[in-house]
């Protein structure tokens, strides 16, 4: 599925044609229909799954300092706060999995006291994530996090995605992150999981 053309240069999110529809459809079931936008709002606590927000509202009503945006004759409303989570997605529907969102931006990272994660070790531990781990993650719709690391050599990662409440999670954490991590990266012996699993969710919309 390809998503449209965007309408201008800074259009925030894409919306497949599948999705329009959808979307129109759903529109034109409420009352004062003409009037009414699609509010996008994305709720992105640290270390967690981006929770989204989707419903109608009277496009008038909106935030001076919300976006808004129409692609092709559906008003997009998006709350200032939410501008930098969701830029650059992809909204998509399918018959099985209904609404959803293809986000490449990822939450923000969990702080925790007295971690590392400006240093040189902490780059390497990055470039290895990025070029190495998150892409075999991404196979199964997941990723990881740095968080930091301590002055012992642990890691601390957070997953999302796919991987974040499945329950294979923590093996894949301990045997195929921590052994890449440790294996290419000295100075990294451990690697601990920091994600909050029990508020794991799929971010779909049916």
Same mark, same amino acid.
């Given at each position: ?5 965007? +309408? ?12 329009? =529809? +959808?979307?129109?459809?759903? #529109? ?6 003409? #009037?009414?936008?699609? #509010? ?33 004759? $559906? ?17 998509? %529907?399918?018959?099985? +999995?209904?609404?959803?969102? #293809? ?5 923000? !990272? ?20 990025? /070029?190495?781990?998150?892409?075999? $993650? !991404?196979? *199964?719709? @997941?990723?990881?996090? %740095?968080?930091? *690391?301590?002055?012992? @050599?642990?890691?601390? $990662? ?13 093996? /894949? ?10 294996? +290419? =990266?000295?100075? =990294?012996?451990?690697?601990?999981? =920091?994600?909050?699993? !029990?508020?794991?969710?799929?971010? %779909? %919309?049916?």
């Amino acid at each position: 599925m390809s998503p449209l053309a965007p +309408q201008n240069a800074d259009t925030i999110i894409e919306i497949t044609p599948e999705a329009l =529809v +959808q979307l129109k459809q759903l #529109r034109d079931e409420e009352p004062e229909k003409e #009037r009414l936008g699609l #509010r996008l709002e994305v709720f992105a606590n640290p270390g967690e799954e981006f929770k989204y927000d989707l419903s109608f509202e009277i496009v008038t009503q909106a935030a001076f300092s919300d976006e808004v945006r129409t692609i092709d004759g $559906l008003k997009i409303i998006i709350p200032l706060n939410s501008f930098e989570f969701i830029n650059g997605a992809t909204l998509d %529907y399918s018959e099985r +999995q209904g609404l959803i969102i #293809r986000n490449p931006n990822k939450p923000p !990272a969990v702080s925790i006291e007295g971690l590392v994660n400006d240093d040189e070790l902490s780059a390497a531990i990055e470039a290895v994530i990025s /070029t190495d781990v998150n892409p075999s $993650l !991404a196979a *199964h719709g @997941g990723f990881v996090t %740095y968080v930091g *690391h301590d002055p012992d @050599g642990v890691a601390y $990662l957070t997953m999302g995605g796919g991987c974040h409440g499945c329950s294979m999670s923590k093996m /894949t954490m301990l045997d195929g992150v921590q052994t890449t991590l440790i294996e +290419q =990266v000295p100075g =990294v012996v451990k690697v601990r999981d =920091v994600t909050d699993h !029990a508020t794991g969710a799929n971010p %779909y %919309y049916k």
